[in-house]
């Protein structure tokens, strides 16, 4: 599921085209699925938690990951949002090459870090900062159909 509302991005673009661009993104991605039903309702009212058993039961699966850039995970980690008793394992991806992502030992079974180089150039902002530039955007930032949604919609542009 994406996030509906990211807390540290007030004013992201709106949730219905986000969740077009992962949609595109993951369309030919075999092993990955979207969960598009009201998961900021499910959360809001019954916790993160219930929303994970729900994406279990929906895909028979018994495992979940969520992908977390590190900026994120500090957020989160820094609120107390990220549990040992969490039904889910975090995939945090690194931004900066050579930054070290502070893992707690008791999270150590539940946290992966991920260090790559093509992982440490993506970045969100990033992208944005091109589009709104008119700078050439190549395939390892953005799979091609989703920046022609991107420019199609008018998304990120000044």
């Given at each position: 599921?994406?996030?509906?509302?990211?807390?540290?991005?007030?004013?992201?673009?709106?949730?219905?085209?986000?969740?077009?661009?992962?949609?595109?993104r993951i369309q030919?991605?075999?092993?990955?699925?979207?969960?598009?039903?009201?998961?900021?309702?499910?959360?809001?009212?019954?916790?993160?938690?219930?929303?994970?058993?729900?994406?279990?039961?929906?895909?028979?699966?018994?495992?979940?990951?969520?992908?977390?850039?590190?900026?994120?995970?500090?957020?989160?980690?820094?609120?107390?949002?990220?549990?040992?008793?969490?039904?889910?394992?975090?995939?945090?991806?690194?931004?900066?090459?050579?930054?070290?992502?502070?893992?707690?030992?008791?999270?150590?079974?539940?946290?992966?870090?991920?260090?790559?180089?093509?992982?440490?150039?993506?970045?969100?902002?990033?992208?944005?900062?091109?589009?709104?530039?008119?700078e050439d955007i190549?395939?390892?930032?953005?799979?091609?159909?989703?920046?022609?949604?991107?420019?199609?919609?008018?998304?990120?542009?000044?």
């Amino acid at each position: 599921f994406h996030n509906m509302n990211p807390l540290h991005k007030p004013n992201s673009t709106s949730s219905f085209d986000r969740l077009q661009m992962l949609n595109l993104r993951i369309q030919n991605e075999s092993k990955l699925n979207v969960f598009q039903d009201d998961s900021g309702f499910i959360i809001n009212e019954f916790g993160k938690d219930l929303l994970i058993d729900l994406i279990k039961q929906k895909y028979a699966t018994s495992e979940i990951y969520e992908v977390l850039g590190d900026d994120s995970y500090e957020t989160l980690i820094g609120l107390g949002q990220i549990k040992p008793t969490d039904n889910r394992k975090y995939v945090v991806m690194s931004r900066e090459s050579g930054r070290t992502i502070h893992i707690p030992t008791y999270l150590k079974q539940q946290i992966i870090e991920v260090e790559n180089d093509v992982v440490n150039a993506l970045s969100s902002t990033l992208v944005r900062k091109k589009i709104q530039n008119r700078e050439d955007i190549g395939d390892e930032l953005m799979a091609p159909e989703v920046l022609e949604y991107i420019q199609k919609k008018n998304l990120y542009r000044p």
